[in-house]
C-alpha cells in the first residue's frame, strides 16, 4: 500500500515536467529542417515594392519568372535557396535589378543605395 503512494506523486512530477518543457521534440525537429530563408519584414517590404511585380508566380514576365520567384525561394530549401540568393547577390552588386530598360519607365522602382543596402546585407546572412 506504501508503495502505491507514491504514484501520483510521481504522475505529478511528471506532468510538471512536460509542462516546463512543452514539446521540446518540436523545436529538435525544427532545428534538423533545411529551412528556407526567413524573409526579414525590411527585405520583404522593399522587394515587395521593387520586385516582386516580375518574380511572383503569375508574372507575365515570363523570362524574370523562371529566373527568381520569390515565393518559390521562401518555400525552397536552404542548398537551393543558396545558389538563388547568390544570384541576387549579383544584381545588386551589378546594379541590374530592376533592369533598366523597366527603370526608365518606373524610375520610382529604383532601389535606392539603402535598400540596395538592405537586400545585400540579407544576402550575405550578416546582421546589422
Ligand atoms: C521589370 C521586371 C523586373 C523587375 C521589377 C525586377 N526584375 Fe529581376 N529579372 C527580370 C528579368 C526579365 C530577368 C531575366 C534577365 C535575363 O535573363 O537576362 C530577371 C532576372 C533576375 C535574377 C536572375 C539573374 C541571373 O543571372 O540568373 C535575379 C537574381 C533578379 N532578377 C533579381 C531581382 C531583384 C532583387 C529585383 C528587385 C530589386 C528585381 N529582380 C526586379 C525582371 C525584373
Redesign the pocket.
Same mark, same amino acid.
Given at each position: 500500500m506504501k508503495k502505491l503512494a507514491f504514484l501520483p506523486v510521481a504522475a505529478l512530477v511528471g506532468i510538471l515536467f512536460l509542462q516546463a518543457n512543452p514539446k521540446p521534440e518540436a523545436d529538435t525537429f525544427h532545428a534538423m529542417q533545411p529551412e528556407a530563408p526567413a524573409l526579414p519584414a525590411e527585405v520583404k517590404a522593399?522587394?515587395q515594392q521593387?520586385?516582386y511585380?516580375?518574380?511572383n508566380p503569375q508574372s507575365k514576365?515570363e523570362?524574370?519568372k523562371a !529566373?527568381?520567384d520569390w515565393d518559390a525561394l521562401e518555400a525552397a530549401k536552404k542548398s537551393k535557396s543558396l545558389a &538563388?540568393m547568390g544570384?541576387?547577390k549579383? &544584381? /545588386?552588386e551589378e546594379g541590374t535589378? *530592376? *533592369?533598366a530598360r523597366?527603370l526608365e519607365s518606373n524610375p520610382d !522602382?529604383k /532601389?535606392t543605395a539603402e535598400e540596395a543596402a538592405t537586400?545585400l546585407q540579407w544576402t550575405t546572412g550578416k546582421k546589422k
Open positions: 522593399i522587394v521593387k520586385c511585380g516580375c518574380h514576365n523570362k524574370g !529566373k527568381l &538563388t544570384k541576387i549579383e &544584381t /545588386l535589378m *530592376p *533592369p523597366f !522602382k /532601389l537586400l
